[in-house]
C-alpha cells in the first residue's frame, strides 16, 4: 500500500558530493517526519539526519555543516545533499518516513523504510 523508493547512491572521491532521494507512494494522506539512517560494515544503523512536516531538522554531529536534508511535501519526497564526503561515510544510506495512509481496514498510521542505496567513498 505504501512504499519508500530511494535513488541516488553511489562510489565518490573524498571531498566529493552524491545526492540521495527518497520517494513515497500509495494511498497516502500526509507524511509526517522523515529521515535518513546509514548502517556501515559491522556497525549499528545509525540516525543521520531528520526533517519534520514543518521544516525542521537535526542532524547527526558527523554530518553537522555537510550534509542536508530537505523534502518536498507535494511530492512526499526526502533528499540528502551529501558534501565534502569522507571515507567514513561510507555505508548503505536508508530512508525513513512516518506517513498517515489509506490501509484495508480505514485509516492507518505506520512507519516505514526504503530499500537502502549503499554510498562508498574512498580515499
Known amino acids: 500500500q505504501v512504499q519508500l523508493v530511494e535513488s541516488g547512491g553511489g562510489l565518490v572521491q573524498a571531498g566529493g558530493s552524491l545526492r540521495l532521494s527518497c520517494a513515497a507512494s500509495g494511498s497516502i494522506y500526509s507524511v509526517f517526519a522523515m529521515g535518513w539512517y546509514r548502517q556501515a560494515p559491522g556497525k549499528q544503523r545509525e540516525l543521520v539526519a531528520t526533517v519534520s512536516s514543518d521544516g525542521s531538522t537535526s542532524y547527526v554531529d558527523s554530518v553537522k555543516g555537510r550534509f542536508t536534508i530537505s523534502r518536498d511535501n507535494a511530492r512526499n519526497t526526502v533528499y540528502l545533499q551529501m558534501n565534502s564526503l569522507k571515507p567514513e561515510d561510507t555505508a548503505v544510506y536508508y530512508c525513513?518516513?512516518?506517513?498517515?495512509?489509506?490501509?484495508?481496514?480505514?485509516?492507518?498510521?505506520?512507519?516505514?523504510w526504503g530499500q537502502g542505496t549503499q554510498v562508498t567513498v574512498s580515499s
Open positions: 525513513n518516513a512516518d506517513i498517515f495512509f489509506r490501509s484495508t481496514w480505514g485509516r492507518s498510521r505506520d512507519v516505514y
